[in-house]
């Protein structure tokens, strides 16, 4: 299976609504490495390493989020697959 890393920007109500502890349980079910963190202006960043099939799943959960998320759109950006991410994290 192909692997890769991501880097994924999302935009909308996605702070102070649990975003980033959901994104964490759906990625570490998806055996997904790598972090996210929330950003000034409101929206938040995550760097996502693992097989670009359990990464796509990833980013349709995302879309939807936790409860009170609104997301409004996700950009993504590809890289190759470095190895070097520990286990999903929120960063602070």
Do not use: C
Request: aromatic share 10%; no cysteine.
């Amino acid at each position: 299976m192909p692997r890769e890393q991501r880097h994924i920007h999302i935009h909308g109500k996605v702070q102070g609504v649990g975003y980033r502890f959901f994104a964490t349980r759906v990625a570490r079910r998806l055996g997904l490495k790598g972090f996210i963190q929330n950003n000034r202006d409101g929206s938040v960043e995550a760097t996502v390493e693992g097989e670009k099939s359990a990464i796509d799943e990833w980013i349709e959960e995302l879309k939807e989020g936790p409860r009170y998320a609104e997301v409004t759109k996700i950009d993504q950006e590809s890289k190759d697959f470095s190895g070097k991410l520990g286990d999903f994290d929120v960063k602070f």
